[in-house]
């Protein structure tokens, strides 16, 4: 587990406090990291916050959702983050109830707990439906086939007067 003492921030209005981060984090099951995680963090201490700005990029392998191929998806999140000093205080503390839970699972009583950060930031910005090629072809919903590398003899489904269209059209271009 990554963890970064920001005690000395969250003592100290006024301090700016710069990580670059280059970290190999291990896989989890909403994120199987295919790089390391490149980018910095900015800490900005105001009289009563913590502000953190920065950028993170990273590689991930996702599924593509048409034809179900490992598909390796490049992720960039805009950090933006504002804390106040007292909702800190209070999510670090673990005997107290109240708090944010997000809060509580990356900030543990000095420590930023960089992995869980780091986390929370790529999933905001995971495409939600991955794709190995925007033109991907997928599969046939009857045969299994993948699309992308061969084709079938399945009449195309009935409901789907779309994809019944496109194979027409294919037919009729290749005939
Ligand atoms: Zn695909
Ligand atoms: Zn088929």
Redesign the pocket.
Known sequence: MMKLDISELLRTPGMNFNYPVQETLPSLPDLDYASPVMGYLQFHRTSNMLIIRGELEAAVREE?V??L?E?IVPIHAEVEEEFTIENLRVAANPNEEEGDQSVKDFFKEQDLILDEFIRQQLLLNKPEYP???ED?K?LCQQCGINF?ESNCECAPAAGDSRLARLAELYNNGSG
């Open positions: 593509c048409r034809c191929e598909v794709l190995c090629a991907c997928g992308n």
